[in-house]
């Protein structure tokens, strides 16, 4: 058994759950149509970014959405990335994905871009309430981001958008039912 096997939430579980509580909001097969996607994506290793940004789009559309409504940002690097997503929840949009890679190197760059990365777009959802994915890979090879933004079921890009369209239905739900 892979270790992957041993993380992953074991079938059944979800209605093992449901069956023994009041409420259960899942929101795991919610359709795209009619949400506002918008993507804040790093031009600095742009290549890795472009694959994120392939994999989330398809994802999108296989949900449902129209593409005409999903917005793009392109911004310099992975570390510009809160502030275009601060601005484009701002904008309307009902969920950002952030996408772009940092990748270790011989400095201690890495540590500082892929932290602060990470902290900003956590402090944009929690002050906009509007969901944001962190989809910026953090690897220590180039190889590891070419794998991990492969145009295949396990793009993570395709994820990060999966991850968006499911928070704006448990939001929703949420909202309309409360706890």
Partial sequence: MAASDLVALPAGARAAVASRVGRVVDESA???????????????????????????????ETRGAALADVTVAWVPGAYELPLAA????AAGADAVVALGAVIRGDTGHYDFVAGECAAGLQRVQLDTGVPVVFGVLTTDTVDQALVRSAPDDTNKGREAAATAVEMVGVLSTLAKGGA
């Fill in 86 to 89: 601060r601005a484009l929840a």
């Fill in 30 to 60: 919610t359709l795209a149509t009619g949400i506002r996607v918008a993507f804040a994506c790093a031009v600095f290793n742009g290549g890795i970014t472009d694959r994120l940004l392939t994999g989330a789009l398809a994802e999108l």
